[in-house]
């Protein structure tokens, strides 16, 4: 009963491959490109200011007013403060751009490595929708999520293909640990097998996450998991890059921006936790100012709490803490950072990383067994069958 149920499998696992292969290895290579670039960009921006003595850092408005006279018309839509002396104040452009000033003397420092984010945005771009533009993003995205549903098919059709005919030690090394000597075939055959053991985990961890970021039916199914209704959608599937902790600035206001009551708010947001590293500030549009307070790196949603202050009166809307949260938005935060790897540090983005770059590999020697299948002879290095 199960030989029949394996022929079936195999070939319909064969014919997804094949189909969307090329996809999903571009995805993979973008993948294993950005797994670091948090770290790659703040290592080579550049910027660290002097600590002058009993000079205190400039607050929002200060700052503000300092980069309007320096950069007039300037647009920013955010701005992220850290608590490191020695770090710059970061204004954000949407996902155009990154001004950097002294926090103390309020002087524009530079743009950072522009080079740098220039290229992560760029492989962002063919990670999310094959870098089309414009109204093709859609067309992009679709193909790309598509890719993520057939490669969470073939990890678990993989899975199924994987389990031995015969439970024996000779069996399971063959098929867990690569084997010396082989060649062609039986080389494509060997690593296909044990890259597709060792990772299937976290693949499934990264696809599974892909699809809930992806399609609003497994956002909605994530909720519905834990008994609860999914939230309306923010803005639009594949909106902007995320930013710290959570969405990325919006597009620049248009018309004069009023500052007052910015740094009242500030403080508010600072006094709102004692152990705070990094605060993000979305310039508002409104009568409201909102704060994102990180006690920890932007990969732990567990570690921020968002601070809501009413600028008409100057008072303390509300704090909103994780742990006051539903489970269901609980979880819908993990998923962002789960996907890179980053709720577990730099370790979790190595594993996605290695993740990644095992899915080139396993779409590689997978087409290339396709290849060899229907094009080539066979080889005469035949791979060793688990007995």
Same mark, same amino acid.
């Given at each position: 009963?199960?030989?029949?149920?394996?022929?079936?499998?195999?070939?319909?696992?064969?014919?997804?491959?094949?189909?969307?292969?090329?996809?999903?290895? &571009?995805?993979?290579? %973008?993948?294993?490109?950005?797994?670091?670039? #948090?770290?790659?960009?703040? %290592? &080579?921006?550049?910027? +660290? &200011? %002097?600590?002058?003595?009993?000079?205190?850092?400039?607050?929002?408005?200060?700052?503000?007013?300092?980069? +309007?006279?320096?950069?007039?018309?300037?647009?920013?839509?955010?701005?992220?403060?850290?608590?490191?002396?020695?770090?710059?104040?970061?204004?954000?452009f949407g996902k155009e751009k990154t001004l950097f000033l002294n926090p103390y003397s309020g002087e524009v420092l530079g743009e950072g490595a522009k080079g740098t984010r220039g290229f992560f945005q760029f492989v962002t771009g063919v990670h999310r929708w094959l870098a089309m533009k414009g109204e093709s993003q859609k067309t992009g995205q679709a193909i790309t999520s598509a890719a993520a549903v057939v490669f969470f098919f073939l990890i678990l059709s993989g899975l199924v293909l994987w389990i031995p005919k015969r439970w024996t030690r000779r069996g399971l090394k063959v098929i867990t640990l690569p084997q010396g000597g082989l060649k062609g075939r039986a080389w494509n055959w060997s690593w296909h097998n044990v890259l597709g053991f060792w990772f299937a985990l976290p693949l499934l961890v990264i696809c599974t996450t892909g699809l809930v970021i992806a399609y609003p039916w497994a956002n909605a199914l994530l909720f519905r998991a834990v008994g609860e209704e999914a939230p309306p959608p923010k803005g639009p599937p594949g909106g902007g890059k995320p930013g710290m902790g959570g969405r990325g600035p919006g597009s620049p206001q248009a018309g004069p921006v009023s500052t007052a009551g910015w740094n009242r708010a500030f403080e508010f947001a600072k006094e709102s936790?004692?152990?705070?590293?990094?605060?993000?500030? +979305?310039?508002?549009?409104?009568?409201?100012?909102?704060?994102?307070?990180?006690?920890?790196? #932007?990969? #732990?949603?567990?570690?921020?709490?968002? &601070?809501?202050?009413?600028? %008409?009166?100057?008072?303390?809307r509300k704090i909103e803490k994780f742990e006051e949260q539903s489970r269901g938005r609980q979880l819908r935060q993990w998923v962002r950072w789960a996907h890179t790897g980053e709720a577990g540090s730099w370790i979790g983005q190595a594993v996605a990383g290695l993740s990644a770059a095992a899915a080139v590999m396993l779409v590689w020697t997978g087409l290339a067994l396709a290849w060899r299948r229907f094009f080539k002879k066979k080889s005469t290095v035949e791979a060793p069958l688990a007995e």
């Amino acid at each position: 009963m199960f030989r029949p149920f394996r022929k079936i499998l195999f070939w319909l696992h064969l014919v997804a491959g094949v189909a969307a292969g090329l996809v999903i290895l &571009v995805m993979a290579t %973008s993948g294993t490109l950005l797994s670091f670039e #948090r770290q790659i960009t703040e %290592s &080579v921006d550049g910027y +660290q &200011v %002097s600590m002058p003595i009993d000079v205190q850092k400039k607050g929002p408005e200060e700052l503000f007013a300092a980069l +309007q006279a320096a950069e007039p018309g300037a647009a920013p839509t955010g701005m992220v403060v850290s608590y490191d002396p020695t770090q710059a104040v970061a204004f954000q452009f949407g996902k155009e751009k990154t001004l950097f000033l002294n926090p103390y003397s309020g002087e524009v420092l530079g743009e950072g490595a522009k080079g740098t984010r220039g290229f992560f945005q760029f492989v962002t771009g063919v990670h999310r929708w094959l870098a089309m533009k414009g109204e093709s993003q859609k067309t992009g995205q679709a193909i790309t999520s598509a890719a993520a549903v057939v490669f969470f098919f073939l990890i678990l059709s993989g899975l199924v293909l994987w389990i031995p005919k015969r439970w024996t030690r000779r069996g399971l090394k063959v098929i867990t640990l690569p084997q010396g000597g082989l060649k062609g075939r039986a080389w494509n055959w060997s690593w296909h097998n044990v890259l597709g053991f060792w990772f299937a985990l976290p693949l499934l961890v990264i696809c599974t996450t892909g699809l809930v970021i992806a399609y609003p039916w497994a956002n909605a199914l994530l909720f519905r998991a834990v008994g609860e209704e999914a939230p309306p959608p923010k803005g639009p599937p594949g909106g902007g890059k995320p930013g710290m902790g959570g969405r990325g600035p919006g597009s620049p206001q248009a018309g004069p921006v009023s500052t007052a009551g910015w740094n009242r708010a500030f403080e508010f947001a600072k006094e709102s936790s004692e152990t705070w590293k990094s605060i993000q500030f +979305q310039f508002p549009q409104g009568k409201e100012a909102i704060f994102n307070v990180f006690d920890g790196h #932007r990969g #732990r949603p567990d570690l921020k709490q968002m &601070v809501t202050v009413d600028l %008409s009166t100057g008072e303390l809307r509300k704090i909103e803490k994780f742990e006051e949260q539903s489970r269901g938005r609980q979880l819908r935060q993990w998923v962002r950072w789960a996907h890179t790897g980053e709720a577990g540090s730099w370790i979790g983005q190595a594993v996605a990383g290695l993740s990644a770059a095992a899915a080139v590999m396993l779409v590689w020697t997978g087409l290339a067994l396709a290849w060899r299948r229907f094009f080539k002879k066979k080889s005469t290095v035949e791979a060793p069958l688990a007995e």
